[in-house]
């Protein structure tokens, strides 16, 4: 399985090179590359019916041919009348002259192409077995013979009609015309036929394939065991068992993903030094929560319990906490977070709180300033602008343990920064957290143990990817939001609108609010982006906000230039920040209560919705204002979704299902798996089951085998 592809007959290093650039080098590679769709079998659709543009497939027999000659350079064309029972018609084939000679009268082929004004125009061809030996596997043998492989998982050796083991055995649609024909695609400047070709190679050597799940799972799903999975997703002999195949096919990808995501989680985890047990008593944590303005959700409850396990040890003895608190602004994971950190400190350890910028460190200091107001415990903050004065003190009151909890940005990683007895950090905004940046944070916990770590992120993102991306973390959502809160009007706005738009912008700043332009996306570059921003602020601060302080905030500004924005738009020295979409994540600015995002189409739900969330976030209600670029009524009605919609988790389902999986903020850069088969979220049940199927494999030779096939797919942690 793992020799290069030229090792299959008719492949040389030449066009092994091309399917390299496919993606294709190993036999095992070719053998996941399936059909990318299943036509109609070929003997089902005749001449004189086919609709003229709609591709099809059809057996034919030739009657004659020709080379037609032709003046324009490198064109080069052959005709050839083909028929079938119910009519003949003109077959051409455009730059194969090969076939010239192929297509003797009375010779039968399958053509692939699509009809038109001319004629049949043949985008591949494949010869069947001519009248004089037809009739060699008749229907009923087929039937027959698919009955017989359709006997439980692990057989798979002779599938059907296909001599698969016989050197010199013919294509399998060569073999039947009944059954549903796979449509390789093309990719690397190989056709689609020349794909089906090699798959028919690799099919032949499936029985080598080893097969990485325990037969009792296959029994229970009722899946075809590895090789037979693979020759009847690429040569099915009916629907149903290809369906079946490519979904054992799916769930095996998931099922070994998983492992590997799980083996990568259990190794850290034994490689780690012990955490700190938080198991004293919870008299000031519990008083605190008792003494809050408010109950906590359902969903804060229960994190709180999850987390409390973890922090206990009660889970994994000794294991340190790696988990995700996924929910959106607002929806209250501050609350739970510094409800673990007052478990450090109650317990006699410290909790670190690692912002990504400094105005998000000084509002969750001021946050949690509040939140502890009653208790007379006090957070400090560090971040790079703290003075010497103030840090000198801070530090030598962290050493000595005198301080129970701070709140920093990276500063807080610094070698010269030691704690007394760190045993849990709290880092908001997990995709700016690093692997190095983890290592110098389990270096701050007291030698021979390590801290927990409790990821906080904004950024919804459904179940079954968050199952793929952080399948190394645990994942506790909080979906539901607090009540009470103003939800943010949503409106969309017609290209004559503007005007109008901009009206109601000055008003709300007329009333001392502030408010935010997102500028459209510039996919291609930053740098594009960047220049696009400014030109607006300078535009909109000449006509539209003219006598407004109009601010600037955009990715190619260094960080500090960012964090001066940010702050003085946090102060109100600025009226509008005209933004791209760098104020996604992080600043928290009561006063803010309007948005306008132009070119809003151009973004995605869950964007936009991370977008509107930066207003409203005071007493005072907030409006979002969409400003559609190039008008079209599809977008409009994918945007009406988000004026209706206000849960996140929602929209990012939503976005996944009508954009794909990349467009979720916050997840392209996580590098998702690239399942051959698998599709999320698609598959989603499926990779719910996978998990629970792993569970129920237990440690032991299967589960290593599991592994090794795993490791061997998608790379060693
Ligand atoms: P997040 O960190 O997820 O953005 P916070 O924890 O900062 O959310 O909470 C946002 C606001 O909601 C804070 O003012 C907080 O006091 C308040 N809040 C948190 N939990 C609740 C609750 N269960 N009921 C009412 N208000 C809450
Ligand atoms: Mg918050």
Redesign the pocket.
């Known amino acids: 399985m793992e020799a290069g592809i030229s090792s299959l007959p008719g492949i040389g290093p030449t066009l092994a090179a091309r399917a390299e650039e496919a993606g294709v080098e190993r036999v095992l590679d070719l053998m996941w590359r399936v059909p990318r769709a299943y036509g109609d079998p070929p003997g089902r659709r005749l001449l004189g019916e086919l609709e003229p543009g709609e591709p099809a497939a059809v057996a034919v027999e030739i009657v004659r041919s020709r080379k037609v000659r032709t003046r324009r350079r490198g064109l080069s064309v052959v005709e050839a009348r083909v028929a079938d029972s119910s009519g003949s018609r003109k077959a051409t084939w455009f730059n194969q002259p090969w076939m010239a000679e192929r297509l003797t009268p009375g010779a039968r082929f399958l053509l692939e192409g699509r009809l038109d004004a001319k004629g049949f125009t043949v985008s591949a061809a494949e010869p069947l077995p001519g009248a004089a030996d037809g009739g060699e596997l008749p229907g009923e043998a087929v039937a027959d013979a698919g009955r017989t492989s359709a006997e439980g998982p692990g057989t798979g050796a002779s599938a059907g009609p296909v001599r698969w083991s016989s050197a010199d055995a013919a294509m399998p649609s060569a073999l039947t015309e009944e059954a549903p024909r796979g449509r390789h695609s093309a990719g690397g400047e190989i056709g689609p036929a020349r794909w089906r070709r090699w798959s028919f190679e690799a099919c032949r050597r499936a029985e080598d394939l080893p097969e990485p799940v325990p037969a009792r799972l296959l029994t229970g799903h009722g899946f075809p065991g590895a090789a037979a999975a693979i020759r009847e997703a690429h040569f099915p002999l009916d629907e149903e068992r290809s369906e079946l195949a490519l979904r054992r096919l799916a769930w095996e990808e998931l099922l070994l993903h998983q492992a590997v995501l799980r083996d990568r989680r259990e190794s850290e985890r034994s490689a780690s030094d012990p955490a700190i047990r938080l198991d004293g008593p919870d008299r000031v944590s519990r008083a605190w929560v008792e003494s809050l303005p ?4 359902a969903d ?1 409850e229960r994190a709180a319990d999850e987390i409390a396990a973890d922090l206990t040890g009660d889970l994994a003895e000794g294991a340190p906490m790696r988990r995700l608190l996924m ?1 959106e ?7 739970v977070a510094l409800l673990a950190m007052l478990r450090a400190a109650e317990s006699g350890s410290q909790a670190a709180l690692m912002a990504p910028t400094a105005v998000l460190a000084e509002q969750h200091a001021a ?1 949690i300033g509040r ?1 502890l107001a009653d208790t007379g415990i006090r957070p400090a903050l560090l971040t790079g602008d703290t003075p010497e004065a103030v840090r000198a003190p801070m530090l030598q009151a962290l050493a000595s343990g005198e301080l129970d909890l701070i709140v920093g940005t990276h500063a807080l990683l610094e070698d010269r920064v030691e704690f007394h007895r760190l045993a849990l950090c709290v880092v908001d905004e997990e995709h700016r957290f690093g692997v190095r940046q983890r290592a110098r944070l389990d270096a701050k916990a007291p030698a021979g143990s390590s801290a927990h770590i409790l990821h906080m992120t ?1 950024t919804p993102i459904p179940r079954t990817l968050s199952l793929t991306t952080y399948g190394d973390l645990d994942v506790t959502t909080l979906r539901e939001l ?1 009540s ?1 809160r103003l939800p943010i009007r949503t409106e969309l706005a017609g290209e004559t609108e503007r005007g109008a738009v901009f009206e109601r912008v000055r008003g709300e700043l007329d009333r001392g609010r502030q408010g935010f332009v997102v500028c459209p996306l510039v996919e291609e570059s930053e740098q594009l982006q960047a220049r696009a921003a400014a030109a607006e602020a300078e535009r909109l601060a000449a006509e539209e906000l003219s006598g407004y302080e109009v601010g600037l905030i955009h990715g190619r500004m260094s960080a500090a230039q960012k964090e001066v924005a940010m702050a003085a738009f946090a102060d109100g020295r600025i009226d509008v920040l005209v933004a791209t979409t760098v104020i996604e994540v992080g600043i928290d600015v009561p006063n803010a209560t309007v948005m306008v995002i132009e070119g809003a189409e151009r973004f995605g739900l869950s964007q936009l919705h991370q977008l509107r969330g930066r207003v409203g976030r005071g007493a005072h209600g907030g409006t979002c204002f969409l400003l559609p670029g190039s008008d079209g009524i599809r977008s409009r009605r994918r945007l009406a979704e988000l004026a209706r919609e206000s849960d996140g988790f929602r929209l990012a389902e939503l976005d996944l299902e009508m954009r794909g999986e990349g467009e979720i903020t916050g997840t392209r850069q996580h590098g998702l798996p690239r399942f051959a088969v698998a599709s999320l979220p698609r598959d989603g049940e499926l990779l719910e089951s996978a998990r629970e199927d792993l569970d129920r494999i237990g440690p032991g030779p299967q589960y290593d085998l599991l592994l090794r096939s795993a490791t061997a797919r998608f790379g060693s942690p």
């Open positions: 408010f109950e906590l959700t804060q929910g602004v607002g929806s209250g994971k501050t609350v946050t939140l904004a607090p009470g």
